[in-house]
């Protein structure tokens, strides 16, 4: 079943293209006709996109791995970070930080540095500094937060990154490129969709079409992330289940251990005196074999020459 449908599209306004004298020939395949002046987006190839891309990056969020979504235009900002926030995913929507995915390591000290200027504010030595020192730790906490305070979640390379407008967000996609993370991005008939991965032919001017598209891939990041937490319980019962089992042959062998430890006590408690009795009887009877076996012994030599010469 399609995510969004023809009229959904339609009433966002995600057919509209740019004039015709801005296109960018690339996009041919994609536009359906001119009418005015203006290029008519063809929804149908519209559509196809959209489930593509919900599909691949459902997935991604399934493996647990994170989507960078990029929106630093006007009118895509509070859209974008009001949506990606409910799913936890980073997102930046200010000025584009050069080198945040080429020169990652970099960016990751800016964050500590966030990290350790609220650690700082809740010591006791933030009271003793002067209150010019005060004003500008607290200042350029808020100039890092403006920038990177969606992004402290992501410890490392994204997998992935949503870009609303391709051609405004260049050097993003650029430096996504240039590392191999795959591109999602809503584009438009003055775009060049080559070198992006999953190519969404849309109006990405339009407030209503980005808030509609966007909210289909959070939808999808939903849904995967529900999918990895119902597996991870599955497993969990499953490896409960394993370890009961494995521990029950244990119980009943220490069980059986105990009883013949019982049984053990018992016998050297009560068998000695038992024992003892035997014992003299065995003496005695020794003793009467001996004799008998003494009378029972043939004569010497000497004594059967005797007889015989009697």
Not at 7 to 16: C, I, N, P, R, V
Not at 97 to 110: E, H, Q
Not at 122 to 143: F, G, M, N, V, Y
Request: proline share 4%; aromatic share 4%; no cysteine.
């Amino acid at each position: 079943m399609p995510r969004t449908d023809f009229q959904q599209l339609l009433d966002a306004g995600s057919h509209f293209g740019h004039l015709k004298r801005k296109w960018n020939p690339n996009m041919q395949p994609y536009i359906f006709m001119e009418k005015n002046g203006i290029h008519i987006i063809d929804l149908q190839k519209t559509i196809v996109k959209i489930d593509e891309a919900a599909a691949a990056i459902k997935q991604i969020s399934k493996s647990g791995r994170k989507v960078l979504f990029v929106a630093t235009k006007k009118q895509a900002k509070d859209i974008v970070s009001e949506l990606v926030s409910s799913v936890k995913m980073p997102y930046v929507t200010e000025r584009w930080p050069g080198g945040m995915l080429t020169n990652f390591p970099t960016i990751r000290k800016a964050v500590k540095k966030m990290v350790s200027i609220d650690k700082m504010t809740k010591d006791t030595a933030w009271e003793k500094l002067s209150k010019r020192e005060k004003l500008q730790i607290t200042r350029q906490r808020a100039k890092l937060e403006k920038v990177l305070g969606s992004i402290v979640d992501l410890t490392r390379l994204p997998s992935a990154l949503f870009v609303i407008d391709v051609m405004k967000e260049k050097i993003a996609v650029r430096e996504a490129q240039r590392l191999g993370i795959p591109v999602f991005g809503i584009v438009d008939t003055n775009s060049d969709p080559n070198g992006i991965d999953f190519v969404i032919p849309a109006n990405d001017d339009a407030s209503q079409s980005i808030q509609l598209i966007t909210g289909v891939m959070v939808e999808a990041i939903r849904e995967g992330l529900q999918e990895r937490r119902v597996e991870r319980d599955k497993d969990d019962v499953e490896s409960d289940g394993e370890g009961e089992e494995e521990e029950m042959p244990r119980r009943r062998r220490t069980r059986k251990t105990v009883k013949k430890a019982e049984v053990i006590e018992e016998i050297d408690t009560e068998v000695p005196e038992e024992m003892e009795e035997i014992d003299e009887d065995l003496e005695v009877g020794l003793e009467e074999e001996e004799e008998a076996e003494e009378d029972a012994e043939p004569d010497s030599d000497e004594e059967v020459e005797e007889e015989e010469e009697k």
